[in-house]
């Protein structure tokens, strides 16, 4: 039987993900082991290594597509991806015109998602992590290679969703078998 580590800590909501305590020290547990960590969406404050970022205003290395900036990376390169995107649709559409661009019906469906995770496993070394954000408590799943090992849930008040955290090891590569 495997253990998952939960934890519920209350904090004032901020845009800005990385800048709400209980998640800086969650990441700080384990991106500080070793930073060659990469982030897809980082957004201001991100303490991954490797930033990118749609909107040219933000503290990142490129502006590219999740998806192209993901393929940049090699098998099993990196030691963890932090992948905070835009939770819902109404974000990713905010998000686009906040830059002056309007999002296409590819960005917005859920299978763009889906095509930043396997990306993401396939570049994590193993052992390595990624950290996700977001209302769901997915993560990339034990199908992509992974297993959850931390779920840190924020709770921010009032009628504001909780930001759920997951904190997953990779242990196989998608076309090992899998044994749990």
Request: proline share 4%.
């Amino acid at each position: 039987m495997r253990e998952i580590k939960i934890n519920r800590i209350w904090a004032m909501p901020n845009k800005w993900t990385f800048r709400i305590k209980p998640i800086a020290e969650l990441i700080k547990k384990y991106i500080l082991k070793n930073n060659n960590w990469i982030d897809p969406f980082a957004g201001m404050y991100s303490p991954a290594k490797y930033r990118n970022d749609l909107n040219p205003e933000c503290n990142a290395d490129f502006n590219e597509d999740a998806r192209d900036f993901l393929k940049r990376f090699s098998d099993n390169e990196v030691d963890g991806v932090l992948f905070d995107p835009p939770y819902s649709v109404r974000q990713v559409v905010e998000c686009y015109k906040g830059i002056g661009k309007v999002a296409t019906h590819e960005e917005t469906k859920m299978t763009f998602y889906s095509i930043c995770k396997n990306e993401m496993a396939r570049i994590i070394k193993i052992n390595g992590y990624a950290i996700c954000f977001g209302w769901t408590s997915m993560g990339l799943g034990k199908n992509r290679g992974f297993k959850m090992i931390e779920i840190l849930l924020v709770p921010h008040g009032g009628t504001k969703n909780d930001t759920i955290c997951t904190v997953e090891k990779k242990i196989i590569n998608m076309n090992q078998e899998m044994k749990f």
